[in-house]
């Protein structure tokens, strides 16, 4: 039997940081941002200031380190996959 697939997002369990930083390369400043949803493939962030947001960048979150990129971009919200 053919099973119609669909998409189920894994929602974190337990306390999750809301802050979160951008970082990519030492000579830049960290870009600090607000973490509005994350699952184990990407997050969607809202970054704080005016700084240009890069296409690749390290996340930091709650002391994970993970290389992501850039997928989507509504003003100052972005989404990122890891």
């Known amino acids: 039997m053919h099973e119609k697939r669909r ?3 894994v929602k974190p369990s337990g306390l999750v940081p809301k802050v979160a930083k951008i970082y990519v390369d030492p000579k830049s400043p960290t870009l600090d941002c607000q973490v509005i949803d994350i699952s184990a493939g990407g997050a969607c962030l809202y970054v704080q ?3 240009p947001i890069p ?3 390290v996340f930091l979150h709650g ?3 993970k290389s992501s990129r850039l997928v989507w971009e509504r003003g100052r919200k972005i989404g990122i996959q890891f």
């Open 63 to 65: 002391g994970m380190k």
């Open 7 to 9: 998409h189920v997002r």
């Open 49 to 51: 200031g005016t700084a």
């Open 55 to 57: 296409k690749r960048f």
